[in-house]
Nanobody, 126 residues
Framework: QKRLVESGGGSVQPGESLRLSCTAT??????LAWFRQAPGKEREGVAV????????YYTRSVKDRFTISRDTAKNTLYLQMNSLKPDDTAMYFC?????????????????????WGQGTQVTVSY
């Protein structure tokens, strides 16, 4: 049974950075991803990484600002978020897929994930 627990959220000012972590047991062979959901909006795929720390993909709005990584030995997924903007404000969730390989098209779709963390809040404001 996969278990995912996020940490690292908080409140920051625009331009600052945060690093989210997610302990994710029994997930070494599947894609892992970060999703986010702002109030009144649909859940959005932010970034996905393939098993073994392979290829990764990002939604356009965070590309070049966010970096996803995973440490299989520590069963941990990370999301380094730089140059944060108010539009990045949301609840962030880590998720484990039932897929063993993800592309940009498949990796950012919530329907391809069957295990979710409880979420961690990120707020970006002055």
């Amino acid at each position: 049974q996969k278990r995912l627990v996020e940490s690292g959220g908080g409140s920051v000012q625009p331009g600052e950075s945060l690093r989210l972590s997610c302990t994710a047991t029994d997930t070494s062979s599947v894609c892992l991803a970060w999703f986010r959901q702002a109030p009144g909006k649909e859940r959005e795929g932010v970034a996905v990484i393939n098993p073994g720390g392979g290829s990764s993909y990002y939604t356009r709005s965070v590309k070049d600002r966010f970096t996803i990584s995973r440490d299989t030995a520590k069963n941990t997924l990370y999301l380094q978020m730089n140059s944060l903007k108010p539009d990045d404000t949301a609840m962030y969730f880590c998720a484990a897929s039932q897929l063993f390989y993800c592309t940009l098209q498949t990796g950012l779709k919530a329907e391809n994930y069957n295990s979710w963390g409880q979420g961690t809040q990120v707020t970006v404001s002055y």
